[in-house]
C-alpha cells in the first residue's frame, strides 16, 4: 500500500494540452475516482501514474518514491483495463500467473498465488479455460486477479465496468467495493459513469478540459459543487440551472426571482455574500417539489417520465424556452397532464447558487 | 422471361470461368504429362494427352545430368530459412511500426513500402558484388539473408498487428514487467498465426521459385536450387524435356500440396483486417 501524489502533472500530445497541471494528493488505503466527460484526461491521468505514458512536466510520487522513470512494472502498480486485456492464448491460471513468472517467481509460489486470487474472485473452477471461454464478467474478474496477485501498492482501473452489461455492472460494482474493504488497498478508479463514481468512491476528483474542478467526498460534490461544470456532471437527471436575480432577504433566508416565471425561498446564512447581477440558481430534480403556480417557479407540463419508484416531469418555465425537471417520488396519482400549468419550489437548504463566473456562492 | 435471361447469364459465366480454369489448369497437367513420355513424343503432333510409361528413363536423364536430389535438399534448406527468418524479422518490424512511436516513423516506413517500387533487376548487379565484397558467393546465405527481411512481408505485418492486437495488450504485458522483446516474443507474436501462415506460405513459394537470386550467387552445380538445376539442363541442341517435366513436376508437387492444405487460411490471411473481426 501506498500514497499517491501527483505535482503539476501537465501532459502535452503534439500541440493540445491535455493536462494543464494536475495537483492531487491520494492516501494510503484511499479509493479515489477520476470521473469527467470524455477527453477530460482521466485516463492520461491514470496512465501517467501507471508509467504508460510519460508526463510532459511535473512529477509522480508512488510512496515517498519518484516514480517518473521508474518502468510500469516496478511501481508497484497493478492495471486493470476497460477492454480487460488479457492474453488470448494463455488459459486464466497463465494470464493471472504471467508477471510472477516474470518476476522469476517458482512455479509452486505462482500455483499458489493464483490459487488464492481465485478464490477470492471466486474463479477458481475457470483456471483452465481461455478468455474466449468465459464471458464479459468472468473475464473482468480474471483481469482483475491478475492485477491482485501482484499484491500491487496502488490498483490503477481504467474504466472496468463499461463493456459490462446493466446488470453485472451493478453486481461487479459491489465486488469491487468489497474488494477494496478486503485488500485495503489504495485504488484509483477512472470512470465517465457517475453512479459509479458516486457509490465507489471515497473521494472523487471532477475533471474538466484537463483541470481538476473539484475533488471531495461523494455527499460533499453532491451538496455543495465548487461550480456549475460539477453540479451539472453529477446526478441525474442533472440538475436545473435557472437564471436569476437578488430579491430580498429577510433572516436566514433570501428571495430570488426567476425571471417571470415567480421567486424562489432558498437559505441563506445572514452573513453570506451573495454578489449582486447575474447568479445561477441549481435545483436538483430530486429537490423539487409540485405546488400552487403562485408559490414556487411558474411552469408547464412538458411531459411525464413513469419511472415507477419515482415519476420525472418536465416542464417548461413560464417565459422562457427552458425545461426544467422535477423527481417526485413514488406514482403521480392526481392525473397531471401535459401543457398543465405547475409550480415547483425546492424543499429547504438544499438550493446552490452560482455567480457570473458559475463559481458556487456559499449559502449555508 | 426474367429467370430465362438470369439463367443464360449464368451459364455464360460458368462456361468463361471454366475455360479460364482450363488455360490455368493446362501447363500443369501438360508437365505432368510430358514427364511420362520420352522427349520424341512429346514433340509428336498432336501430342499426348495421356500419361506415358517414360518416368524410369527421365528419373535416370535427370539424375544423370544434375545431382537433382542434393538441389532439392538445397531448394528445401534455403526456402525453409529463409521463410523462418522473414517471418521472425518482418514481424519484428510490422510491430516495432505498428506499436511504437518514433522519430521519422512515417519516413522510413514510406522508405520501406518505396523500395517494392524498385525493380528486383535493378539490384542484381549491386547485389553480386556485396556478395562478392562478403565471399559469400555461391553460399546458401547469400540467399537466405538479403531477403529476410522485405517490405511486402513487414507491410503486412503492420497491418494485420495494427489490426488485430489491441494496444492495450502490449501496455499489459508492459505492465505485468515483460521486456520489449519479450512483449513481442510471449505475447504478439502466439496471436500472429494467421498472417505467419499466409506471409510463410508467401515466402516459402516465392523462395522455392526463385530463379534470379541463385542465378546471380550459385557458382557450382551442387549448391544449385531446383528452378537453377532444371534450366541447367536446357542446351540447344538435346535438351531432354521429359526429365526436364519430371523435375519441374517434382519440384511443383509439394508447393501443390502445401497449397491445398492451406489456401483457406491464405485468402484468410490476405484479407485479414479488412473487417474488424
Same mark, same amino acid.
Given at each position: 500500500?501506498?500514497?499517491?501524489? +501527483?505535482?503539476?502533472?501537465?501532459?502535452?500530445?503534439?500541440?493540445?494540452?491535455?493536462?494543464?497541471?494536475?495537483?492531487?494528493?491520494?492516501?494510503?488505503?484511499?479509493?479515489?475516482?477520476?470521473?469527467?466527460?470524455?477527453?477530460?484526461?482521466?485516463?492520461?491521468?491514470?496512465?501517467?501514474?501507471?508509467?504508460?505514458?510519460?508526463?510532459?512536466?511535473?512529477?509522480?510520487?508512488?510512496?515517498?518514491?519518484?516514480?517518473?522513470?521508474?518502468? =510500469?512494472?516496478?511501481?508497484?502498480?497493478?492495471?486493470?483495463?476497460?477492454? $480487460?486485456?488479457? $492474453?488470448?492464448?494463455?488459459?486464466?491460471?497463465?494470464?493471472?500467473?504471467?508477471?510472477?513468472?516474470?518476476?522469476?517467481?517458482?512455479?509452486?509460489?505462482?500455483?499458489?498465488?493464483?490459487?488464492?486470487?481465485?478464490?477470492?474472485?471466486?474463479?477458481?473452477?475457470?483456471?483452465?479455460?481461455? =478468455?474466449?471461454?468465459?464471458?464479459?464478467?468472468?473475464?473482468?474478474?480474471?483481469?482483475?486477479?491478475?492485477?491482485?496477485?501482484?499484491?500491487?501498492?496502488?490498483?490503477?482501473?481504467?474504466?472496468?465496468?463499461?463493456?459490462?452489461?446493466?446488470?453485472?455492472?451493478?453486481?461487479?460494482?459491489?465486488?469491487?467495493?468489497? +474488494?477494496?474493504?478486503?485488500?485495503?488497498?489504495?485504488?484509483? $478508479?477512472?470512470?465517465?459513469?457517475?453512479?459509479?463514481?458516486?457509490?465507489?468512491?471515497?473521494?472523487?476528483?471532477?475533471?474538466?478540459?484537463?483541470?481538476?474542478?473539484?475533488?471531495?467526498?461523494?455527499?460533499?460534490? $453532491?451538496?455543495?459543487?465548487?461550480?456549475?461544470?460539477?453540479?451539472?456532471?453529477?446526478?441525474?437527471?442533472?440538475?436545473?440551472?435557472?437564471?436569476?436575480?437578488?430579491?430580498?432577504?429577510?433572516?436566514?433566508?433570501?428571495?430570488?426571482?426567476?425571471?417571470?416565471?415567480?421567486?424562489?425561498?432558498?437559505?441563506?446564512?445572514?452573513?453570506?455574500?451573495? =454578489?449582486?447581477?447575474?447568479?445561477?440558481?441549481?435545483?436538483?430534480?430530486?429537490?423539487?417539489?409540485?405546488?400552487?403556480?403562485?408559490?414556487?417557479?411558474?411552469?408547464?407540463?412538458? +411531459?411525464?417520465?413513469?419511472?415507477?419508484?419515482?415519476?420525472?416531469?418536465?416542464?417548461?418555465?413560464?417565459?422562457?424556452?427552458?425545461?426544467?425537471?422535477?423527481?417526485?417520488?413514488?406514482?403521480?396519482?392526481?392525473?397531471?397532464?401535459?401543457?398543465?400549468?405547475?409550480?415547483?419550489? =425546492?424543499?429547504?437548504?438544499?438550493?446552490?447558487?452560482?455567480?457570473?463566473?458559475?463559481?458556487?456562492?456559499?449559502?449555508? | 422471361?426474367?429467370?430465362?435471361?438470369?439463367?443464360?447469364?449464368?451459364?455464360?459465366?460458368?462456361?468463361?470461368?471454366?475455360?479460364?480454369?482450363?488455360?490455368?489448369?493446362?501447363?500443369?497437367?501438360?508437365?505432368?504429362?510430358?514427364?511420362?513420355?520420352?522427349?520424341?513424343?512429346?514433340?509428336?503432333?498432336?501430342?499426348?494427352?495421356?500419361?506415358?510409361?517414360?518416368?524410369? &528413363?527421365?528419373?535416370?536423364?535427370?539424375?544423370?545430368?544434375?545431382?537433382?536430389?542434393?538441389?532439392?535438399?538445397?531448394?528445401?534448406?534455403?526456402?525453409?530459412?529463409?521463410?523462418?527468418?522473414?517471418?521472425?524479422?518482418?514481424?519484428?518490424?510490422?510491430?516495432?511500426?505498428?506499436?511504437?512511436?518514433?522519430?521519422?516513423?512515417?519516413?522510413?516506413?514510406?522508405?520501406?513500402?518505396?523500395?517494392?517500387?524498385?525493380?528486383?533487376?535493378?539490384?542484381?548487379?549491386?547485389?553480386? &558484388?556485396?556478395?562478392?565484397?562478403?565471399?559469400?558467393?555461391?553460399?546458401?546465405?547469400?540467399?537466405?539473408?538479403?531477403?529476410?527481411?522485405?517490405?511486402? *512481408?513487414?507491410?503486412?505485418?503492420?497491418?494485420?498487428?495494427?489490426?488485430?492486437?489491441?494496444?492495450?495488450?502490449?501496455?499489459?504485458?508492459?505492465?505485468? *514487467?515483460?521486456?520489449?522483446?519479450?512483449?513481442?516474443?510471449?505475447?504478439?507474436?502466439?496471436?500472429?498465426?494467421?498472417?505467419?501462415?499466409?506471409?510463410?506460405?508467401?515466402?516459402?513459394?516465392?523462395?522455392?521459385?526463385?530463379? &534470379? *537470386?541463385?542465378?546471380?550467387?550459385?557458382?557450382?552445380?551442387?549448391?544449385?536450387?531446383?528452378?537453377?538445376?532444371?534450366?541447367?539442363?536446357?542446351?540447344?541442341?538435346?535438351?531432354?524435356?521429359?526429365?526436364?517435366?519430371?523435375?519441374?513436376?517434382?519440384?511443383?508437387?509439394?508447393?501443390?500440396?502445401?497449397?491445398?492444405?492451406?489456401?483457406?487460411?491464405?485468402?484468410?490471411?490476405?484479407?485479414?483486417?479488412?473487417?474488424?473481426?
Amino acid at each position: 500500500m501506498a500514497s499517491v501524489r +501527483l505535482i503539476g502533472i501537465e501532459k502535452t500530445f503534439g500541440s493540445t494540452k491535455v493536462l494543464h497541471g494536475i495537483n492531487l494528493e491520494i492516501k494510503d488505503g484511499e479509493f479515489v475516482v477520476f470521473v469527467g466527460p470524455s477527453g477530460c484526461g482521466k485516463s492520461t491521468l491514470l496512465r501517467i501514474v501507471a508509467g504508460l505514458e510519460e508526463a510532459t512536466a511535473g512529477d509522480v510520487f508512488i510512496g515517498d518514491e519518484l516514480a517518473n522513470d521508474v518502468p =510500469p512494472a516496478k511501481r508497484g502498480t497493478a492495471m486493470v483495463f476497460q477492454s $480487460y486485456a488479457l $492474453y488470448p492464448h494463455m488459459t486464466v491460471a497463465e494470464n493471472m500467473g504471467f508477471s510472477l513468472k516474470l518476476a522469476g517467481r517458482s512455479k509452486d509460489e505462482v500455483k499458489t498465488l493464483v490459487a488464492k486470487a481465485a478464490e477470492i474472485l471466486q474463479i477458481s473452477h475457470l483456471l483452465d479455460r481461455t =478468455p474466449r471461454q468465459l464471458s464479459g464478467g468472468q473475464r473482468q474478474r480474471v483481469a482483475i486477479g491478475r492485477a491482485i496477485v501482484r499484491k500491487p501498492k496502488v490498483f490503477l482501473f481504467d474504466e472496468p465496468l463499461s463493456n459490462l452489461d446493466a446488470a453485472l455492472r451493478v453486481q461487479m460494482r459491489i465486488e469491487l467495493s468489497k +474488494l477494496h474493504e478486503e485488500l485495503k488497498s489504495t485504488m484509483i $478508479y477512472v470512470t465517465h459513469d457517475q453512479v459509479e463514481a458516486m457509490t465507489l468512491g471515497d473521494r472523487i476528483v471532477v475533471l474538466n478540459g484537463g483541470n481538476v474542478e473539484q475533488v471531495g467526498s461523494p455527499l460533499d460534490l $453532491y451538496d455543495s459543487p465548487a461550480n456549475l461544470f460539477v453540479a451539472g456532471f453529477l446526478g441525474s437527471p442533472k440538475m436545473n440551472f435557472l437564471e436569476a436575480s437578488q430579491g430580498k432577504r429577510q433572516g436566514a433566508e433570501l428571495t430570488l426571482k426567476v425571471g417571470d416565471a415567480g421567486q424562489v425561498t432558498v437559505g441563506a446564512k445572514s452573513d453570506s455574500k451573495v =454578489p449582486e447581477g447575474k447568479l445561477t440558481l441549481g435545483l436538483r430534480p430530486e429537490h423539487l417539489q409540485l405546488c400552487k403556480p403562485e408559490e414556487g417557479v411558474r411552469a408547464r407540463v412538458d +411531459l411525464i417520465e413513469e419511472l415507477g419508484d419515482s415519476t420525472v416531469i418536465y416542464a417548461k418555465v413560464s417565459g422562457s424556452d427552458q425545461i426544467i425537471a422535477a423527481k417526485i417520488q413514488g406514482h403521480i396519482r392526481n392525473g397531471l397532464k401535459a401543457n398543465e400549468e405547475i409550480g415547483v419550489r =425546492p424543499l429547504p437548504n438544499t438550493s446552490n447558487l452560482f455567480d457570473a463566473d458559475g463559481k458556487a456562492v456559499a449559502l449555508r | 422471361m426474367k429467370s430465362a435471361n438470369k439463367k443464360a447469364g449464368t451459364i455464360t459465366a460458368y462456361v468463361i470461368i471454366a475455360l479460364g480454369a482450363l488455360i490455368m489448369i493446362a501447363p500443369f497437367y501438360f508437365m505432368f504429362i510430358f514427364a511420362t513420355h520420352p522427349r520424341d513424343e512429346i514433340f509428336n503432333m498432336p501430342p499426348p494427352l495421356l500419361p506415358g510409361n517414360a518416368v524410369p &528413363m527421365n528419373w535416370g536423364l535427370l539424375l544423370r545430368r544434375v545431382p537433382f536430389p542434393k538441389n532439392f535438399g538445397w531448394s528445401v534448406y534455403i526456402s525453409v530459412f529463409q521463410t523462418a527468418l522473414t517471418l521472425l524479422f518482418c514481424s519484428m518490424g510490422g510491430f516495432a511500426f505498428s506499436m511504437y512511436d518514433f522519430k521519422f516513423k512515417k519516413q522510413v516506413f514510406a522508405l520501406v513500402l518505396g523500395t517494392m517500387l524498385l525493380p528486383a533487376f535493378l539490384g542484381m548487379v549491386p547485389t553480386f &558484388m556485396l556478395m562478392d565484397f562478403l565471399g559469400w558467393l555461391d553460399q546458401p546465405r547469400a540467399l537466405i539473408i538479403p531477403g529476410a527481411a522485405g517490405a511486402l *512481408g513487414i507491410f503486412m505485418m503492420r497491418q494485420y498487428i495494427t489490426s488485430s492486437i489491441p494496444k492495450e495488450l502490449v501496455e499489459a504485458a508492459r505492465c505485468d *514487467g515483460c521486456s520489449e522483446f519479450r512483449i513481442y516474443w510471449n505475447v504478439v507474436a502466439p496471436l500472429l498465426g494467421p498472417v505467419f501462415g499466409t506471409l510463410g506460405l508467401i515466402t516459402f513459394i516465392g523462395s522455392w521459385n526463385n530463379f &534470379m *537470386g541463385p542465378l546471380i550467387v550459385m557458382r557450382s552445380v551442387d549448391h544449385y536450387t531446383i528452378p537453377l538445376a532444371l534450366r541447367s539442363m536446357q542446351d540447344p541442341q538435346n535438351t531432354p524435356w521429359g526429365a526436364v517435366m519430371l523435375g519441374a513436376a517434382a519440384a511443383v508437387l509439394p508447393l501443390m500440396v502445401l497449397f491445398i492444405f492451406s489456401s483457406r487460411r491464405l485468402i484468410a490471411g490476405l484479407t485479414a483486417g479488412a473487417l474488424k473481426g
